[in-house]
């Protein structure tokens, strides 16, 4: 069940949460507590207002009811230390509902009592309500809430509720002051939207997906009033297509997402043109921000420059951020060419992105202007060390307001010269350590997809270095850069334990012990290298990556899953379980990625992060240690029964054997909802997957592609779906051969929330500016 992000109850807060009309009833909290109640508890009570079955079904509301039902006596608190949660102010009720989808408090908490059922009604909580991961909620519990709150409700986000029928969205009507609204992800027609948008008046934010049979033509003459005071609009393309873009007349920000096919189901190859006089000029002289994000492909392609085309025949004055995020090559044209030279005379921006072969060997960034940037991504492009210093810092110039920068695939960000350089060569320490001083708030920081060898100079290794950056958030680094010069010149590549990367014949490797609390390891001293230095100087990060510089990984995007693996840098062999163990003091950690670490051999830096870092949610393992055998497998299996909080889990590694003991330790992770195993050559036993989604009631994704035969992957995808999709709506299950010719089929039916946030890899760390939408 999702879980709703809580937050104090400030004065300012309070305030907010009146918007709209009405009193907060955490306003008027003292007069609430000062005023005669009647007894909320009783058991008979309870059981008339909620229902034992319903409180046994749901533990929300059982919790509430339990409290509601069993006051307790001032000599018995005396006694046994007990506490009433109904003798809590309203401020700290309230806060603690927070933590409650509101799905839960509206039709089941609030039936619990009087006083509950006062609180649940606050406009602090009905004010934004979020069903994005309530993957319990279903068509029968949103006509319910529309009905109880819809005229409280000011912020709808629906984003992935991929389960819920088209018909679903006909109750939105009933949030007549509806201010943002996002649908991105739902299936929604034409003229559903049409009639939905037309009685929203008040609308001024909306995310849609366009989908193949879009036709604006069926819009409405209401539908395209509210549409034209529309200042924010998200639009997923599914299809080469304008969308409602034509009709927001008022746009100050644009994001749009391009998911075209380059082929129909049938085969058949798309076109990208559209019709010119579709796109309304004048419309985008509002323009602020915009945003568009290309999946591969010639079509989507094609049609942005159709997006393009109409900003450079007159750039808004207002634009402060302009980011253009493309995979491979994406040619610059004459239209673009004098986008961005429109762009350097007229605009000073907050935020860049742009394809790499717009920046390659130009000199645009030493024209174009900043007014206080927060975002820049220079993704996969040929900037220099020297032009980062001098164009985008200005040689040292202060940039505390930039708090997110990637540098991902940036081969050469960090050397002088971009020419004549060798991936093996050393950085240079003085260009990352200007961008250091002069970007000291950075919270997000990407460098991965890269070689970033640190010299053996004392006290300008990258991590230490990386480690004055008191503010960081999240962090991607490639392996080959948090590897100890020292020990790296110690223990050259070839010595005989060295793990091999190929899946010919194997060289015995001795197995390392290494010890299983943080203080014997402090005893050898491991926490003296660089990147234990590093790790305990972040105690506050959420997020870390730590990938290979050449890995790839086996699952596709659009083109078959046969992929040759690179083997790692020689800098990186000596990374393994003693640099695992060191992320174990991230105390706060939610989301670790690592892939590529060669030298795992026993996995035991695992445990230490499932014992310490018991905030993680996101988990993602791809090619540790030896490549033809999965030799971490028992220290996975002893960290996953201490991650209670993991959300999240995707594997990747090949020859790896999903059989019932690992199924039986992932069954530990309670919370577990999404698991997603990528494995050439693999097995799995299908009694044992049974096991694990009959015991993971959260568990609403399956995705495994392995190596098992078309027949058997089939009839355990139509066995779970059988099972279980009665009791979870929200289901999807994916079983399929990695290597089968018609993977890239299965691959575009699933839904794209899943997709993009855990079933294909990549790097996810100031992938777009923080807070871009929601």
Request: net charge positive; hydrophobic share 40%.
């Amino acid at each position: 069940m999702a879980s709703r992000r809580g937050r104090p109850l400030t004065s300012a807060s309070r305030g907010h949460a009146q918007d709209g009309g009405g009193g907060s009833v955490a306003s008027r909290g003292s007069r609430v507590m000062a005023a005669p109640e009647e007894p909320c508890g009783g058991a008979e009570r309870g059981r008339e207002a909620a229902g034992l079955s319903r409180a046994r079904r749901d533990p929300a509301a059982a919790a509430m009811s339990r409290c509601a039902e069993d006051p307790v006596s001032g000599e018995n608190e005396e006694e046994g230390n007990g506490i009433n949660l109904m003798e809590f102010s309203d401020e700290i009720l309230l806060h603690i509902l927070s933590y409650v989808p509101c799905t839960d408090l509206v039709l089941n908490v609030r039936k619990t009592c009087r006083k509950l059922s006062t609180l649940c009604l606050d406009k602090s909580l009905t004010h934004t309500v979020l069903l994005q991961k309530d993957y319990k909620v279903n068509k029968d519990k949103v006509k319910q809430l529309m009905r109880d709150i819809g005229k409280e409700i000011y912020q709808l986000n629906m984003a992935g509720c991929y389960w819920l029928p088209s018909s679903t969205t006909d109750h939105v009507t009933r949030c007549k002051n509806l201010v943002k609204l996002n649908l991105s992800g739902c299936r929604i027609t034409s003229l559903r939207l049409s009639k939905m948008l037309s009685t929203l008046q008040h609308l001024r934010s909306l995310a849609i997906d366009v989908n193949p049979g879009f036709d604006a033509s069926q819009l409405s003459s209401e539908c395209k009033a509210t549409l034209s005071r529309v200042s924010e609009l998200k639009q997923t393309l599914y299809t080469p297509s304008y969308g409602v873009v034509p009709c927001c007349t008022s746009l100050e920000k644009l994001l749009l997402y391009f998911e075209i096919l380059d082929r129909s189901r049938e085969g058949f190859m798309l076109s990208g043109q559209l019709m010119v006089g579709e796109s309304n000029v004048p419309h985008y002289q509002n323009l602020r921000v915009f945003y568009a994000r290309l999946a591969p492909g010639y079509v989507n392609q094609e049609v942005v420059r159709l997006y393009l085309a109409v900003l450079s025949d007159r750039t808004p004055e207002n634009l402060h951020a302009f980011l253009i995020s493309a995979p491979g090559s994406f040619a610059e044209t004459g239209a673009t060419k004098n986008l961005l030279d429109s762009m350097a005379r007229n605009v000073r921006l907050d935020a860049l992105q742009l394809p790499k072969a717009w920046l390659n060997g130009s000199g645009l960034l030493q024209h174009l202007k900043f007014n206080n940037p927060f975002y820049f991504s220079f993704s996969r492009c040929t900037l220099s060390g020297g032009h980062l210093i001098q164009r985008v810092i200005n040689g040292g110039k202060d940039l505390k307001s930039l708090t997110s920068l990637n540098l991902s695939g940036c081969v050469h960000c960090l050397a002088p010269e971009s020419l004549f350089r060798r991936a093996e060569d050393d950085i240079d320490s003085s260009i990352l350590e200007s961008l250091v001083m002069s970007c000291c708030n950075l919270r997000h920081l990407n460098l991965s997809a890269a070689h970033h060898h640190s010299s053996e100079s004392i006290g300008n290794h990258l991590c230490q270095l990386l480690s004055r950056l008191k503010h960081l958030l999240s962090l991607a680094l490639p392996v080959c850069s948090i590897t100890d010069v020292a020990v790296n010149m110690e223990k050259p590549p070839t010595q005989p334990n060295a793990v091999p990367q190929t899946f010919g014949k194997k060289t015995r490797v001795g197995v390392q012990t290494y010890p299983r609390n943080l203080a014997d390891q402090a005893c050898q001293k491991l926490e003296s290298s660089v990147f234990w230095t590093l790790m305990r100087s972040l105690r506050f990060l959420e997020t870390l990556e730590i990938i290979g510089s050449s890995f790839s990984s086996a699952m596709p995007r659009n083109e078959p899953a046969i992929r040759n693996s690179l083997p790692p840098c020689v800098r990186a062999q000596s990374v393994g379980d003693s640099e695992v163990a060191a992320i174990s003091q991230l105390t706060y950690l939610q989301s670790l990625t690592l892939a590529q670490l060669p030298n795992i051999v026993t996995g035991s830096g695992l445990v230490s992060i499932g014992l310490q870092c018991q905030h993680l949610r996101t988990l993602s393992l791809s090619n540790l240690g030896m490549m033809g055998k999965m030799v971490y497998m028992s220290a996975l299996m002893d960290m996953l029964k201490h991650c209670k909080c993991l959300r999240d889990l995707r594997l990747e590694q090949p020859y790896f054997s999903a059989g019932s003991q690992f199924f039986q330790a992932l069954s530990h992770c309670s919370s577990l909802q999404r698991l997603c195993i990528v494995s050439r050559s693999g097995t799995l036993q299908s009694d044992a997957v049974m096991s694990f989604m009959a015991n993971c009631l959260e568990v609403v994704m399956c995705h495994m592609f392995m190596g098992e035969s078309l027949t058997v992957c089939r009839n355990l995808q139509q066995s779970i779906v059988r099972s279980f999709q009665a009791d979870r709506p929200a289901l999807n299950v994916v079983i399929f051969p990695l290597l089968h010719e018609d993977l890239t089929e299965v691959i575009r039916d699933v839904p794209m929330r899943h997709l993009d946030e855990i079933t294909l890899f990549k790097s996810r760390v100031a992938e777009e500016p923080p807070n871009l939408w929601w």
